[in-house]
């Protein structure tokens, strides 16, 4: 059975850092495409960063420059680094398993839990 636990969130003033980690339990866990996205109240679940099998990222244009998605297959986790907080990146983080195989990442129907993250002075 898959799970997905992430953790990390909490409230930041603006301009603060904060790292998100999401720990899969699925076997072969380098094999399969993550990707982290977020709700803010009232919106739509959008998709935030990406990050392949082989290594390859994809940003939102709203994060580029400010958030870093990597993992580490050893540890069966991947990682949403957040720099430079704004309000506007408040909202719940879930990060999901993406289809295993080929170059890019598809969303699953694997999510995790979500963690609340607040940027507020």
């Known amino acids: 059975q898959v799970q997905l636990v992430e953790s990390g969130g909490g409230l930041v003033q603006p301009g603060g850092s904060l790292r998100l980690s999401c720990a899969a339990s699925v076997i072969s866990f380098s094999l399969y495409p993550m990707g982290w996205y977020r709700q803010a109240p009232g919106k739509e679940r959008e998709l935030v960063a990406s990050i392949t099998s082989g290594g390859r990222t994809s940003y939102a244009d709203s994060v580029k420059g400010r958030f870093t998605i990597s993992r580490d297959n050893a540890k069966n986790t991947v990682y949403l680094e957040m720099n430079s907080l704004k309000p506007d990146d408040t909202a719940d983080y879930y990060c999901?398993?993406?289809?295993?195989?080929?170059?890019?990442?598809?969303?699953?129907?694997?999510w995790g839990q979500g963690t609340q993250v607040t940027v507020s002075s």
């Open positions: 999901n398993l993406g289809q295993p195989g080929g170059s890019r990442y598809y969303p699953s129907d694997y």
